[in-house]
């Protein structure tokens, strides 16, 4: 089945920099596109930045600018370095795959920018 494993979360300081990863099994990852997806506190979950499967890659307003969303097909990993952290960035940090027709998520990694 479809497993996504985040990690690289944790405490970051504002201006800090994270890079996230996500590791994936059970699918053909180079045939599909990736996606980051956030939920902060009290917050619904938001699209951060998505990659397709030939590298096209798109950001929200939010991430423009200071995150990239990158992939390494080789290791079925999907990547988000975020850099000039904020406080307003603090959230879980979800990788998505839309995988026939069925969208799933991993179990998130919290990311915290705080002094």
């Known amino acids: 089945q479809v497993q996504l494993v985040e990690s690289g979360g944790g405490l970051v300081q504002p201006g800090g920099s994270l890079k996230l990863s996500c590791a994936a099994s059970?699918?053909?990852?180079?045939?599909?596109?990736m996606s980051w997806f956030r939920q902060g506190p009290g917050k619904e979950r938001e699209l951060v930045a998505l990659i397709g499967s030939g590298g096209i890659t798109d950001y929200a307003d939010t991430g423009k600018g200071r995150f990239t969303i990158s992939r390494d097909n080789d290791k079925n990993t999907v990547f988000l370095q975020m850099n000039s952290l904020k406080p307003e960035d603090t959230a879980v940090y979800y990788c998505?795959?839309?995988?026939?027709?069925?969208?799933?998520y991993g179990q998130g990694t919290q990311v915290t920018v705080s002094s």
């Open positions: 059970g699918f053909t990852f180079s045939n599909y596109a």
């Open positions: 998505k795959a839309r995988v026939y027709g069925r969208d799933n």
